[in-house]
């Protein structure tokens, strides 16, 4: 079965719209090299309207432009891209773009289940990817925790939510202060209270 990461790039206050002033300058060769990372697990790129009109404003003409980010634009290019759009009438103007097929949670998870798909990488488009955590549909959650508190924006995990329990897989700090922590779905840990911590504490003594 395919696994769906999910990729983000986030502030130390939670914020994962992606706001330039506070993101690239953080931006190294750490961050490329996690990016490029996530890309290479993935055959299927699954994306909101909002994202597929912003990267295809950009990676096609990159690519057709040859700079040193042009292998990279076509990468991107050359995957499936699956987009989650209300509107039926789309026009693609893309190469390899779909729109998605029915709902999200059932298309998903056929896709998961398609054994032709590889891996599913979902390239911020914060909304999806809050419907599928509530689904239970994310394999991984990859966060770049850049060290700045921004104070405004849409947050991954809103006012209301109930707990959503997590597996640390692998953490790395990048010498910028940015932190790159890959989630995995967790239990919940078992009930506990003051009395159970301040033993601990006693205990650390």
Do not use: C
């Amino acid at each position: 079965m395919a696994k769906v990461v999910s990729t983000l790039f986030i502030s130390a206050d939670g914020v994962a719209e992606i706001d330039p002033e506070w993101h690239f300058p953080y931006f190294d060769e750490n961050m490329g090299r996690s990016v490029a990372e996530d890309y290479d697990t993935a055959d299927v790129l699954l994306i909101s309207r909002g994202t597929y009109d912003s990267f295809a404003g950009a990676w096609p003409d990159r690519e057709a432009a040859g700079g040193e980010d042009a292998p990279f634009a076509k990468q991107i290019g050359d995957l499936r891209k699956v987009v989650v759009s209300r509107q039926p009438d789309l026009t693609f103007t893309w190469r390899n773009s779909e729109l998605i097929d029915g709902d999200l949670v059932p298309a998903v998870t056929a896709l998961k289940a398609d054994p032709a798909v590889k891996g599913i990488l979902i390239p911020g488009s914060l909304g999806v990817v809050q419907e599928l955590l509530a689904a239970g549909l994310v394999d991984e959650l990859r966060l770049l925790i850049h060290p700045v508190a921004v104070g405004k924006g849409r947050r991954l995990f809103a006012d209301g939510d109930g707990p959503y329990h997590l597996t640390v897989v692998r953490t790395e700090v990048f010498p910028t202060g940015t932190i790159r922590v890959i989630y995995a779905p967790g239990a919940a840990p078992a009930a506990a209270g003051y009395t159970e911590a301040v033993e601990h504490v006693v205990n650390a003594g």
